[in-house]
């Protein structure tokens, strides 16, 4: 059964920085694309980065130019790294692997910035 565990999330000052990590766990192949969405109270989740198999990166709008995603194909791991948060930045965020045999998705882990 594959699991994502995520890790990285927490309260940061704006204008601070965060990485967030999710690893896969259990028997999954093929992964096409590994990505982040985030879900702040009261709204629905929204896309923010996305990185294919092959390396090519999109992002949502408002954090291009101040978070980075990444990955580790070899260990199945994907990587946020958020610079220059803004308050509007707090969410819950989520991971998601798209293989040839599912979605997968992560539990959440919590980002809070104070302004």
């Known amino acids: 059964q594959v699991q994502l565990v995520e890790s990285g999330g927490g309260l940061v000052q704006a204008g601070g920085s965060l990485r967030l990590s999710c690893a896969a766990s259990?028997?999954?192949?093929?992964?096409?694309?590994m990505g982040w969405y985030r879900q702040a109270s009261g709204k629905e989740r929204e896309f923010v980065a996305i990185i294919t198999s092959g390396g090519g990166t999109n992002y949502v709008e408002s954090v291009k130019g101040r978070f980075t995603i990444s990955s580790d194909n070899a260990k199945n791991t994907v990587y946020l790294q958020m610079n220059s948060l803004k308050p509007e930045d707090t969410a819950v965020y989520y991971c998601?692997?798209?293989?040839?045999?599912?979605?997968?998705w992560g539990q959440g882990t919590q980002v809070t910035v104070s302004s």
């Open positions: 998601r692997f798209y293989s040839i045999r599912g979605v997968y």
């Open positions: 259990g028997s999954i192949f093929s992964i096409n694309n």
